[in-house]
């Protein structure tokens, strides 16, 4: 909904339904997730600085017999363009997440062929919702018209993170199971530059990715696990002359993580 020239209004419901089934438990068990969501585009100063708010609304029924689940999240976005080919960004946004019923109920079995390193992966009936405040940096420059390069940052903090932790590493295999972390951060950051010239397109991005959860038992900081900390990625395309088809060319190069 235009409101007029520097306010557009956009506004939305939206519902989730996820079942499962499985030998891991009796019956099958069901999710909803129903979401209403509000958000304001104001322009202001001739183009030059853009406004977001924005605010969602989350309710999930508990169809194990406990209290409905809900939160208001906030957000808020930032353009400014101090330049034509320049855009400078910063948003904030709180998040929250509802554990999967993957995460609630499965149990899963990994199985190397070797032996080494198996692991059964329990659900946690009991976990919390994650709620997560979340700011981003950015800027965008533009050069010659074929030439776009891009840089940004970003920190979580999160509340109640869930994650599979293990929780008996004599056995084989090994036990681990989903659990709340009270306090952790994810941050990190991009690099990219992006270049289309007639039928030549190509992308070249690099980005670094931590976490750390605050274990209050050593009362001290630790890595958490399955995160890729370092990520390279190229895209490059040509377009054929009379085929009119495009031929592409994708790699990614991925750091080991910590399992």
Not at 75 to 92: D, G, H, I, W
Not at 203 to 209: D, K, N, V
């Amino acid at each position: 909904w235009r409101l007029n020239d520097g306010n557009q209004l956009l506004s939305g419901i939206n519902a989730t339904v996820e079942t499962i089934a499985g030998d891991s438990f009796d019956g099958r068990k069901a999710a909803l997730l129903c979401s209403l969501y509000a958000q304001d585009t104001m322009t202001l100063a001739d183009g030059v600085l853009s406004l977001v708010p924005g605010l969602r609304f989350d309710l999930a029924p508990d169809f194990d017999g406990g209290s409905p689940l809900w939160m208001v999240t906030p957000k808020l976005s930032l353009r400014y363009s101090p330049a034509e080919q320049t855009a400078l960004r910063f948003s904030y946004g709180m998040g929250y997440k509802l554990p999967t019923l993957k995460e609630k109920y499965w149990v899963f079995y990994h199985s190397y062929s070797s032996g080494e390193g198996n692991f059964i992966l329990y659900g946690n009936p009991a976990l919390r919702s994650e709620k997560s405040h979340g700011i981003n940096l950015s800027v965008e420059q533009h050069v010659g018209g074929v030439l776009t390069c891009t840089a940004g940052a970003y920190v979580n903090y999160v509340k109640d993170l869930i994650t599979s932790v293990v929780t008996d590493a004599t056995t084989s295999p090994q036990i681990r199971t989903y659990e709340n972390v009270d306090t952790a951060f994810t941050y990190g950051g991009e690099l990219g530059a992006s270049f289309s010239y007639a039928r030549v397109a190509a992308a070249l991005g690099y980005a670094y990715t931590a976490a750390k959860a605050y274990d209050a038992s050593q009362q001290l900081w630790q890595d958490v696990a399955l995160r890729v900390t370092h990520r390279i990625t190229l895209d490059a395309s040509f377009i054929i002359p009379v085929l009119e088809a495009k031929l592409s060319l994708r790699g990614e190069w991925n750091s080991p993580q910590l399992v």
